[in-house]
């Protein structure tokens, strides 16, 4: 923005467009500049603009492009790679309104929501329909779809339902210049042009605003989920428990597994009466976990086959045969963020690697720890080889300002290093944002480099949208298209 003549216009014409939707109150704003990553983007934003549907969405973006202003699009903020921070000179335009679920159809099996929805609220609706939404990152009662689509986020479940990505079949999105883009169809299938819904899955804000989405909805499993917790003696046994699981030609549900700092951070964090089965008792040492559930017909022969397992690992395990036990049991597992929260003390990571090389991963990660001291508990999806390493900072390492010192980054790029050199990826499901930035151009090569900042160039040539997530510009002071950011 260049000067207080141009600031007083764009306030003028934002609050003329959206009353008190268009809001710069400061604490507002101050809550902008963080989401759950633990980064804080450097001062506040200018505003945060809460459109009601798309098309003031599309007057939003006309009006902040004409100001030259960049817009950060919001959700519930729950990010994990600070994608959705709002620091000095941006507007925040959040799909906080746009919580309409305008359609259940039970014959094409799908729902037309806006951005703004709450995931878990999705499904809800669709449970009465015999029908769910499968995608279900662990802050589905907390996040909206629309970010879920921009970060195609993942869950538990997503071994056998697919993640995001498989659950939309169209989108409305605002481009960075106010241009509405309809994507996608809501048949099952349809193949014309260019895929352009699952462009703008995953890009985190960077090619458009997504304001609406058509998501296919699945029937709900018709037996109880059998669920299976158990404690391993060590995390080979935890791991030799997940291979024998997956490689019997069965798909579990979800399977999780824990390492013995995961858990020994959890048992510390949950009281015991929470803790059920094996999970309440003294642990060993190395002692790690599984989880594992199934939710098909020949559950109960899988747990029991599971149980066997267990018994010839020595280890110890619980069976649930219906919901609410289940739950109980994945709780442990779910303690695990509340117990080792993002931010100052920790940082969470989310490398993904090919289920085979689940044990390779869990080696890296040792060598690191006993390479540079940094205590790494890491736990995660065994059932799509996605894990969540959680670096320490030691007490003598703490920032002033509480950001992550570079110490504890430099071994977080040791473990990316190492699941890409097992066939893996830098992020299974929390996305690149501005954290991870740095080390795009590690895992795309060159080629593919380029040409996604070609396509990033094409749709926003002015680099209006989300300016400092996803690419690093090259040089400082400009934002990933090269242009100077104000
Ligand atoms: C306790 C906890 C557990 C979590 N568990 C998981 C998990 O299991 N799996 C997982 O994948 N993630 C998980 N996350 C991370 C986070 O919840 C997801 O990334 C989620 O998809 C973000 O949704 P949001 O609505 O909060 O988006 P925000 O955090 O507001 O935004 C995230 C990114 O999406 C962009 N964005 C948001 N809305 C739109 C839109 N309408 N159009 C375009 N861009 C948009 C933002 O600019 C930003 O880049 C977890 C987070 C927490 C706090």
Known sequence: MSGTNAGSSLDAELSG??????????????????????????????????????EQAAAVLRIAAAHGVPVVPRGAGTGLAGGGVVGAGRIALSTARMTEIREIDPVDQVAVVGAGVINAELDRAARQYGLRYAPDPASRAISTIGGNIATNAGGLLCAKYGVTREAVLGLTAVLADGRILRTGHRSVKGVTGYDLTALLVGSEGTLGVITEATVRLIPRPDVEPVTVGAVLPDLGGALELCRELQAAGQRPALLEIMDARSLAAVTRYLPEADRPGPFAGPLGAGSAAVIVQWDAEGAGAAAERAMRLVDA?????????????????????????????????????????????LAEMYAAIARIEAETGIEIPTAG???????????????????????????????????????????????????????????????????SFALQRGIRQLFDPRGQLNPDAVFVADDPGANANGDTVP
């Open 381 to 447: 999806h065994a059932a799509d080889g996605n894990l969540h390493p959680h670096l320490s900072v030691r007490a003598e390492d703490r920032t002033p300002g509480g950001e992550i010192p570079e110490r504890v980054w430099d071994a977080a790029a040791r473990v990316f290093r190492a699941a890409l050199d097992l066939g893996g990826t830098l992020t299974g499901e929390h996305g690149i944002g501005v954290l991870k930035a740095r080390w795009l151009r590690d895992e795309l090569g060159d080629e």
């Open 313 to 357: 690992l020595g280890g110890r395990a619980i069976r649930c045969d219906d919901e609410a036990g289940g739950e109980r049991v994945l709780g442990v597992r779910r303690a695990m963020n509340p117990a080792l929260p993002n931010g100052t003390d920790v940082l969470i990571e989310d490398v993904c690697v090919p289920r085979s090389r």
């Open 17 to 54: 467009l959206l009353g008190a939707h268009w809001i710069t109150d400061g604490s507002r704003l101050e809550a902008l500049r963080g989401d759950r990553s633990g980064l804080i983007a450097e001062g506040r934003g200018i505003g945060l603009a809460e459109p009601a549907d798309t």
